[in-house]
């Protein structure tokens, strides 16, 4: 699936619109009457947001039907397999960790942990991401390592930190069930159980976790009166001076790309250089995939290492530009190369009233 091809398309040129400025005397105060009109009609007549040059924005829009891949077309008895399969602690080694250990649907298809723990309860290097709207973003992983859902769906079982088992081994304790094989084969018409169709039926059910349709998706659909002034004030500034499009804009908000936000305490005990320990690129040196901000405010903590807890935090955290380390004088020859500080990241000066309307604005999605 190119999910580019799923997601809005890209902007067109938009006609002149009003602008909006703060209220006369309030000067973190946006003339909630100016706004509203503004942002009134269909999403596609909003005036183009504020990003950097170069980059490619999509407009924000409410999430379409997700499409399946040709050659894995979703069946209600695939997803209700796919689901079996999630919940169920046999595909891991102990017997004790299922999918849904690390992704649980009462918290947001996430954990809540700063990091994950697997087998013997060995503690993993990242947070785990809500895969809510997995059908919408691609690569997958915080490094991009999966391309498919159908390959991200048996790499969590081969992991030694995460299942600690084997895919083979995974699909030999299923062929020993009755149940599975009746259920496999009433799916796939094959006489025998493979690691190809578990992962398919693991990803046909992740592919249906689409979100329910948010306050924002209201908003989006024509109810003008679904999102509140403060929450108005949030999105103009997403759209606008806090630079948020820069990575978050189409349906899903999320480019699908890599940014290094200089997490990666390169050189540390806590290094992880992201993209790079996949490519062996030193331009991905540091950089990690963009996460979808679609129920973004269910899913603390943030960031690929979890270490920020709260999602206000976050946001001081981009205001003030990101975090910036300084590379060693003198680093070991043998050392990885240290990751570009990322041009989108730069202070942005908002206030601290603007950071609580975005936040007001993040908590509609």
Same mark, same amino acid.
Request: net charge positive.
């Given at each position: 699936?190119?999910?580019?091809?799923?997601?809005?398309?890209?902007?067109?040129?938009?006609?002149?619109?009003?602008?909006?400025?703060?209220?006369?005397?309030?000067?973190?105060?946006?003339?909630?009457?100016?706004?509203?009109?503004?942002?009134?009609?269909?999403?596609?007549?909003?005036?183009?947001?504020?990003?950097?040059?170069?980059?490619?924005?999509?407009?924000?829009?409410?999430?379409?039907?997700?499409?399946?891949?040709?050659?894995?077309?979703?069946?209600?008895?695939?997803?209700?397999?796919?689901?079996?399969?999630?919940?169920?602690?046999?595909?891991?080694?102990?017997?004790?960790?299922?999918?849904?250990?690390?992704?649980?649907?009462?918290?947001?298809?996430?954990?809540?942990?700063?990091?994950?723990?697997?087998?013997?309860?060995?503690?993993?290097?990242?947070?785990?991401?809500?895969?809510?709207?997995?059908?919408?973003?691609?690569?997958?992983?915080?490094?991009?390592?999966?391309?498919?859902?159908?390959?991200?769906?048996?790499?969590?079982?081969? !992991?030694?930190?995460?299942?600690? +088992? /084997?895919?083979?081994? &995974?699909?030999?304790?299923?062929? %020993?069930?009755? #149940?599975? *094989?009746?259920?496999?084969?009433?799916?796939?018409?094959?006489?025998?159980?493979?690691?190809?169709?578990?992962?398919?039926?693991?990803?046909?059910?992740?592919?249906?976790?689409?979100?329910?349709?948010?306050?924002?998706?209201?908003?989006?659909?024509?109810?003008?009166?679904?999102?509140?002034?403060?929450?108005?004030?949030?999105?103009?500034?997403?759209?606008?001076?806090?630079?948020?499009?820069?990575?978050?804009?189409?349906?899903?908000?999320?480019?699908?790309?890599?940014?290094?936000?200089?997490?990666?305490?390169?050189?540390?005990?806590?290094? !992880?250089?992201?993209?790079?320990? +996949? /490519?062996?690129?030193? &331009?991905?040196?540091?950089?990690? %995939?963009?996460? #979808?901000? *679609?129920?973004?405010?269910?899913?603390?903590?943030?960031?690929?290492?979890?270490?920020?807890?709260?999602?206000?935090?976050?946001?001081?955290?981009?205001?003030?530009?990101?975090?910036?380390?300084?590379?060693?004088?003198?680093?070991?020859?043998?050392?990885?190369?240290?990751?570009?500080?990322?041009?989108?990241?730069?202070?942005?000066?908002?206030?601290?009233?603007?950071?609580?309307?975005?936040?007001?604005?993040?908590?509609?999605?």
């Amino acid at each position: 699936m190119l999910v580019s091809a799923v997601l809005a398309s890209a902007a067109q040129p938009r006609p002149s619109q009003p602008v909006c400025a703060p209220a006369p005397g309030k000067a973190e105060r946006w003339d909630g009457a100016c706004l509203r009109a503004l942002y009134s009609s269909p999403s596609t007549r909003w005036p183009a947001p504020e990003v950097e040059p170069g980059v490619a924005w999509k407009e924000l829009a409410p999430l379409p039907s997700p499409v399946d891949p040709p050659d894995n077309p979703s069946t209600p008895a695939k997803v209700a397999l796919g689901r079996r399969l999630f919940f169920d602690p046999i595909l891991s080694k102990s017997r004790q960790l299922a999918c849904a250990s690390c992704h649980d649907p009462d918290l947001g298809w996430a954990d809540g942990r700063r990091v994950s723990f697997g087998h013997d309860r060995q503690p993993g290097r990242r947070n785990a991401p809500s895969i809510a709207t997995s059908a919408y973003v691609a690569p997958l992983f915080w490094d991009g390592r999966a391309t498919t859902l159908e390959q991200q769906a048996l790499h969590p079982i081969a !992991d030694p930190i995460e299942m600690g +088992f /084997t895919t083979q081994g &995974a699909v030999r304790r299923l062929r %020993r069930d009755a #149940s599975y *094989r009746h259920a496999f084969n009433a799916v796939f018409a094959q006489p025998r159980i493979d690691a190809a169709q578990l992962g398919q039926a693991i990803a046909a059910f992740e592919r249906s976790l689409s979100p329910r349709s948010s306050r924002f998706d209201r908003f989006l659909r024509g109810n003008a009166r679904a999102l509140d002034d403060a929450q108005l004030r949030g999105l103009h500034l997403f759209r606008t001076q806090a630079g948020c499009m820069n990575c978050h804009s189409g349906a899903a908000l999320t480019d699908n790309g890599f940014h290094n936000l200089g997490l990666h305490f390169h050189g540390r005990a806590r290094q !992880d250089l992201g993209r790079y320990e +996949f /490519t062996g690129d030193p &331009a991905d040196s540091g950089r990690f %995939r963009t996460p #979808s901000l *679609r129920g973004v405010a269910a899913t603390a903590p943030y960031m690929h290492n979890g270490m920020i807890p709260t999602l206000s935090g976050v946001l001081v955290f981009y205001n003030v530009g990101g975090a910036r380390p300084r590379a060693p004088a003198s680093p070991p020859a043998d050392a990885a190369p240290f990751p570009a500080p990322d041009p989108l990241l730069r202070p942005r000066g908002l206030s601290r009233q603007d950071l609580q309307d975005i936040e007001a604005f993040l908590q509609t999605l």
